[in-house]
């Protein structure tokens, strides 16, 4: 069974700073997909990043970055320069590719971005 | 750029009476799914799609639910004879690719609220 763990319930960041996000996994499929959405206050979940269990180089979008360590089943979120905007929660997500079609998430994490 | 579309954006029902939910999904994705997320916990998978039949479903996706590819563009979730714990958001989602491949793109969801 797929399982996803997030173990920060909430953060504070100040604006222009960066922020990690934690996410653990646990699979016992060799071939995976990893998600980060996000969900601001007013509730749609929007596709930040994905990394595929294959990838060789971790994933970039803007400003956001997957720090992915395989081998510790780590898939860390990096937001660069908080925005205001950047307030929201966070959810990391993952699919095993073969046999499997859901996405099973994390608790999620609530970023607070301050001025 | 292409977007998930959900109607209505907030629905609300009696005890007992059966629901519709609508979803529009991207129109050249093949996969697509029902999530909900009740208030204040993490997203659950409901039921994933493809080639005009159920593909996965969760165990919460009971008899009480069924979903429906009527024609070329619509994607509906029934609910028969809902009940206070159905209260919840409803996502719908599509992707090009199966499970872990590609990412799922999300609709902005539909409250579903059950007096």
């Known amino acids: 069974a797929q399982k996803i763990t997030q173990t920060q319930p909430g953060m504070f960041v100040q604006e222009k700073e960066a922020v990690t996000l934690d996410c653990t996994y646990d699979?016992?499929?060799?071939?995976?997909?990893l998600f980060w959405y996000k969900q601001p206050s007013s509730g749609e979940m929007i596709f930040l990043i994905y990394?595929?269990?294959?990838?060789?180089q971790n994933a970039t979008e803007g400003r956001y970055s997957l720090n992915f360590q395989k081998a510790r089943k780590s898939a860390n979120l990096v937001i660069s320069a908080s925005q205001l905007g950047d307030s929201a929660m966070y959810f990391c997500?993952?699919?095993?590719?073969?046999?499997?079609?859901?996405?099973?998430f994390g608790a999620g994490t609530t970023v607070t971005v301050r001025a | 750029e292409p977007e998930v579309t959900q109607t209505p954006s907030h629905q609300v029902t009696q005890m007992g009476q059966e629901v519709i939910l609508r979803c529009v999904p991207i129109?050249?994705?093949?996969?697509f799914y029902w999530y909900r997320q009740i208030l204040g916990q993490k997203v659950e998978f409901l039921v994933s799609f493809y080639n005009n039949e159920i593909s996965e479903k969760s165990e919460i996706f009971d008899d009480q639910f069924s979903v429906e590819r009527p024609d070329g563009s619509n994607f509906t979730l029934k609910i028969r004879s809902t009940k206070l714990e159905d209260s919840a958001m409803y996502f719908c989602?599509?992707?090009?690719?199966?499970?872990?491949?590609?990412?799922?793109?999300f609709g902005d969801g539909t409250r579903l609220s059950i007096l």
């Open positions: 990394q595929g269990s294959y990838d060789q």
């Open positions: 129109s050249n994705h093949l996969y």
């Open positions: 997500a993952m699919s095993a590719s073969i046999n499997d079609y859901k996405l099973s």
């Open positions: 989602a599509s992707s090009g690719g199966q499970g872990g491949t590609q990412p799922q793109h």
């Open positions: 699979t016992s499929d060799p071939s995976y997909g």
